[in-house]
């Protein structure tokens, strides 16, 4: 089969203010090869310096993943000193963590391994009742190598991810839910447009306010309280002088709906 251009690898799709990145390896349950790890750092880094774009929605082609973790073959011939390399280089993970705006996984199907670290990097994730969640890679004689072993602690705590983790096991989206490791779960055709209504619902918000909310709500998980409610109070009073928070009370008085310019 004749490789994908790197330019299909993630397909782009703006709708209104949201940008829709769309992981697109079906044939590979869209597995995170290094050339498409790189195509969805190219599109999110795009992303975050377009002004139109307010919040990023991130999905799998297909039907049968979200992305079913990292390409087995590639890891199987990847020398130690290359693996050492691409981990000190700037990781697809971070980049989404690390994005100020809002990114949103629809999850639509198998969401394993990488694909899970994939996800728990994003700041909202809504699944098809069909998904399944886990990190097999203790079953390569690995461990979570994208932040799977940190981020999955603070989202559903340190038994149930220790769980996870060390038998290798996948859950259900309802389990998932239970465990608070998604937020909603919807019809598997439902899913998306889920993700892009909430997407569009959010953009529509003052975007200076949206980052400012995004950087504390995550600060409160590493800062102590007396650290955190400086940094709120910092973010609150440059959100109070900006234009955003005179258009948005004006509009608010006026009964009107806010015109935000992210200024």
């Known amino acids: 089969m004749t490789a994908r251009p790197d330019a299909q690898l ?3 799709e703006r709708r209104g203010l949201v940008e829709l990145l769309t992981l697109n390896r079906p044939e590979k349950r869209n597995a995170l090869s290094e050339p498409l790890r790189q195509a969805l750092i190219a599109a999110l880094d795009q992303a975050s310096i377009e002004p ?17 973790g990292a390409d ?5 011939a990847r020398p130690l000193a290359e693996q050492q ?13 690390g994005l100020a705006k809002p990114v949103i996984a629809a999850v639509n199907g198998a969401c394993l391994g990488g694909g899970l670290e994939l996800a728990l ?3 909202v994730r809504i699944a098809s009742s069909t998904a399944a969640f886990g990190q097999p890679e203790v079953k390569l004689g690995l461990i979570p190598g994208g932040g799977g072993t940190q981020r999955l602690p603070r989202i559903v705590g340190l038994g149930a991810a220790l769980k996870l983790v060390v038998s290798g096991e996948s859950v259900t989206a309802d389990e998932a839910l239970r465990l608070g490791l998604v937020d909603e779960v919807m019809p598997p055709a439902d899913v998306v447009a889920r993700a892009l209504a909430l997407a569009e619902r959010i953009a529509a918000n003052g975007p200076l306010a949206v980052a400012a909310a995004k950087q504390a709500v ?11 409610l400086a940094l ?9 002088a900006s ?5 948005g009370t004006r509009a608010f008085l006026e009964k009107r709906r806010a015109e935000f310019r992210g200024r």
């Open 232 to 240: 709120e109070r910092s973010l609150f009073l440059a959100c109070f």
């Open 52 to 68: 139109a774009t307010r919040v990023v929605v991130i999905t799998g082609a297909g039907e049968r993943a979200f992305a079913a």
């Open 85 to 97: 390399r691409l981990m000190g280089e700037r990781r697809v993970y971070d980049v989404v963590a």
């Open 218 to 228: 995550h600060a409160a998980l590493d800062t102590p309280l007396g650290g955190g």
């Open 10 to 12: 993630v397909l782009r």
């Open 72 to 76: 087995v073959a590639e890891l199987a």
């Open 121 to 123: 990097a994003c700041d």
């Open 243 to 247: 234009e955003d928070k005179a258009e």
